[in-house]
């Protein structure tokens, strides 16, 4: 069973940066599409970043040219770093993965991300 456990959530100023971080143990990590998603308070669940098992991204729109997302294989791990943090990026940010052909999709339990002043 796949088990993906998130970390570096936290409180930063408009402008900060963190960096989240999602090791997965269970399952061949190389093989499978990683993404981070948000969820606001009173919002669905939305698209941040994916990245593929060939290292290719997509971003949503809002997060273009602020926040980058990459992957270690060797380590199991997927990063985002999130520069220039706005106050609209607040929301709890979960890890996910999934196979080429999306036919499941495991989620990590969610990593609180609060940026104010």
């Known amino acids: 069973q796949v088990q993906l456990v998130e970390s570096g959530g936290g409180l930063v100023q408009p402008g900060g940066s963190l960096r989240l971080s999602c090791t997965a143990s269970g399952s061949i990590f190389s093989i499978y599409i990683m993404g981070w998603y948000h969820q606001a308070p009173g919002k669905q669940r939305q698209l941040v970043a994916t990245v593929t098992s060939g290292g290719s991204t997509n971003y949503a729109d809002s997060v273009k040219g602020r926040f980058s997302i990459s992957r270690d294989n060797a380590k199991n791990t997927v990063y985002l770093q999130m520069n220039n943090l706005e106050p609209e990026d607040t929301a709890v940010y979960y890890c996910?993965?999934?196979?080429?052909?999306?036919?499941?999709?495991?989620w990590g339990q969610g990593t609180q991300v609060t940026v104010s002043s």
């Open positions: 996910n993965m999934m196979p080429f052909d999306r036919s499941w999709s495991r």
